[in-house]
């Protein structure tokens, strides 16, 4: 979806997250703390998102509402033709790409949450489209789109088993998919050249670990080329060099960090093009066209690029003059003659430029959220703290604008993934938190992706270990720099930030004052007894970093909040939605179950036209309507009313 540092963040992050009432706690805020900022600024429909330019360079594309569901919109450079192209009614577009005529946009998308997206592409002038992937109950995943093949595309298909991927090739002129390559039973990730011939096929091994294969053409046998242990970190081929012979692969073999590599496909030898002995590489950038490798990104407290183009040295310096914030160019057209540059800050909206390389300048587009414009938010820090065993953790504090920074309320937001990690920009959940008078803490905890294979696999069968304590250490960090009051601390998260919420009121009662939990599991033998049939060829990955129900059922049992639910205290409020797939709703079922029985203080909310993450802004804003009711309820922070459209009644179970 849209970057804005929503709550939808998912729990497996593999190959590719309110004239207003106040209550003001006591002695926190001084007089002087700034207007609350009603909830549907940050939770409605942003104005406008996601910028792209096409591929011809004549026109904008972006995400907007139309009839309160946001959509595709289409404008001319340097004119204000803006239209909507696209027709969803129900639910949310998040994510598009300009097909390279430059004439036709194409996007994904489920029904309800439900996971299983379809493919569909829109004609840009006349509206009409196309599901280019009309077959019931498969989940499509794109496998190559390239601008300067603008006439196809392959996209991977669940048709013939629902756990396994072929990759079939779409002509996207008439539509039609033709079988390209056949899974043969145990790839779960393919990369292709930039002549569209699938070359690589990723296999998660029965030991948790990665056989890379290739192949020399789509006709040729496919070899076993590298193998990397269960210990490396997540990784694999990202691309190929313009001339095919070589690929780039992101590794962490022989270094603790994930770096970037170029591979010999006939050899398996591999030379190094970026690494750092900490931080993982996390992407890199490439000319549209030509598929020249121009620079390397690593996320440390922040974004950072190192170039391997002077010339996009050169531009990302004068892009650095523009304004502040973390750059990221976002679209580039075919000749590679206008940007769309994006611009992330902590304490403001994203905001949206068109650079002209010709010209060394630039033209406002848009910012995302104008409206947060007139309220003045809260500034992200980066912060580190040694955890009990003394290893080094990272994370973010973001403490509210008007407010001594002395003992706040907190709320200690947990990200999903958990191999994932928490980064510094625009959050609309934290800036929320913030506006209402709490300081929040993100933690990346052991077990977080980003920060090289010794902390990822420090996180291995650490649910409810070490990767709790660095969360309960990080709480103690602000309590002793004075940041929080020790008596009002919440844990509010979801996905696993959910099951660490859950965690945290059932195995530590007295370490929080409440707790927030969205679509969190409860118990982890019926989780992974649960995943969806689509994550077959990666179930070992679960087993070596979560535990193997079949020989360490004890410790995943007792590590599953639901078995100590009678031990809960502080209050809990669980939202769910109804059509998750990935954490069903029996694991908040069965947790609000025991705890009732017991006598134990739970609200529980359920989504009937949600999955996992809620999409819907409706949904959205009744959520955070809840959470904020609750949170000032326990923790004393300031809390705008329920307004229309935000009752919650009808979602009560």
């Known amino acids: 979806m849209p970057r804005e540092g929503s709550r939808v963040t998912r729990w497996l992050s593999l190959f590719p997250a309110l004239a207003l009432t106040a209550t003001l706690f006591a002695g926190a805020v001084r007089a002087e703390a700034p ?4 909830r549907n600024v940050f939770f409605s429909n942003p104005e406008k998102i996601s910028p792209q330019i096409s591929p011809d360079g004549t026109r904008i594309a972006y995400l907007a509402p139309d009839e309160g569901v946001l959509n595709v919109w289409v404008r001319t450079v340097g004119k204000t033709d803006d239209h909507p192209v696209t027709k969803d009614r129900e639910r949310p577009i998040y994510t598009f790409n300009w097909q390279g005529d430059s004439k036709h946009v194409l996007h994904v998308q489920d029904k309800g949450g ?51 991927h072929d990759v079939y090739r779409i002509d996207l002129t008439t539509g039609k998919a033709t079988l390209d390559t056949q899974n043969p039973g145990d790839v ?18 029965p030991d948790g670990g990665t056989e890379i294969r290739v192949r020399d053409n789509a006709s040729a046998d496919w070899k076993k080329i590298r193998v990397e242990s269960a210990s490396e970190t997540f990784g ?33 030898k591999t030379t190094v093009l970026a690494e750092d002995p900490q931080y993982d590489v996390n992407g890199v950038m490439t000319h549209p066209k030509t598929h020249e490798l121009e620079a390397i990104q690593f996320v440390r407290a922040r974004q950072e690029w190192q170039f391997t183009s002077k010339e996009r ?10 304004r502040d914030g973390d750059i990221a160019v976002t679209s580039r057209d075919l000749a590679d003659k206008n940007w769309v540059v994006e611009y992330t ?43 009990r065993d003394g290893r080094t953790i990272h994370g973010y504090l973001t403490l509210p604008a008007g407010a001594e920074p002395k003992h706040l309320p907190l709320v200690l937001d947990v990200h999903g993934g958990p191999w994932a990690r928490d980064t510094w920009g625009y959050n609309r959940e934290v800036q929320w938190l913030a506006n209402r008078g709490y300081a929040v803490l993100q933690i990346n905890f052991r077990g977080s992706t980003g920060y090289g294979k010794d902390f990822l696999n420090a996180g291995d069968r650490q649910w409810a270990g070490t990767m709790q304590t660095d969360l309960l250490d990080g709480k103690k960090w602000a309590i002793d720099k ?31 004052a409440c707790g927030v939990d969205q679509f969190g599991p409860s118990n982890l033998l019926t989780l992974l007894a649960s995943i969806p049939p689509y994550w077959e060829p990666i179930i070992a990955t679960f087993k070596k970093r979560m535990g193997d129900p079949a020989t ?102």
Do not use: C
Not at 35 to 38: A, S
Not at 189 to 200: I, K, L, S
Not at 236 to 257: E, M, Q, Y
Not at 360 to 370: C, N, S, V
């Open 35 to 38: 207007p609350l900022v009603p």
């Open 114 to 164: 439900d996971e299983n997206y379809h493919v569909y592409q829109t004609d840009v002038d006349t509206r009409a489209a196309k599901d280019l992937t009309p077959y019931d109950s498969i989940r499509a995943q794109i496998v190559a789109v390239d601008p300067s093949r603008p006439n196809e595309m392959l996209v991977g298909l669940n048709i013939k088993d629902k756990r396994l």
């Open 188 to 205: 779960a990730g393919w990369t292709a050249d930039n002549e569209f011939h699938v070359r690589v096929a990723q296999v998660t091994l």
């Open 236 to 268: 694999g081929v990202i691309g190929f060099t313009p001339d095919d012979k070589k690929a780039w692969l992101i590794s962490s073999v022989d270094a603790n960090a994930a770096r970037l590599l170029e591979m010999d496909p006939t050899t398996g």
């Open 313 to 322: 040295k050169a531009d990302y310096a004068t892009l650095a003059k523009v």
């Open 345 to 387: 800050m902590s304490d403001g909206p994203l905001y949206y430029y068109l650079y002209s390389r010709d010209k060394k300048a630039t033209t406002f587009l848009f910012t995302h959220r104008p409206k947060l414009e007139q309220y003045k938010l809260s500034k992200m820090e980066p912060i580190e703290f040694k955890a």
């Open 482 to 512: 004075g940041y929080a009051d020790p008596a009002k601390v919440a844990i509010f998260g979801g996905s696993y930030g959910g099951y660490a919420t859950l965690a945290g009121l059932a195995f530590t009662p007295t370490e929080f």
């Open 552 to 653: 360490d059922k004890a410790m995943l049992e007792a590590r599953s909040p639901l078995f100590k639910a009678e031990a809960i205290q502080s209050p809990l409020l669980i939202a769910q939605g109804a059509n998750d797939v990935r954490v069903k709703q029996a694991e908040s079922d069965q947790i609000v179950a025991a705890m009732r029985k017991g006598g134990k203080p739970v609200e529980y909310l359920v989504f009937p036209d949600e999955g996992h993450g809620f999409a819907r802004p409706e949904n959205n804003l009744k959520f955070y309507a809840a959470a904020e009711a609750f949170l000032a309820k326990y923790l004393g922070g300031r809390a705008e009313p329920a307004g229309p459209g935000e009752e919650i009644s009808a979602l009560e179970h």
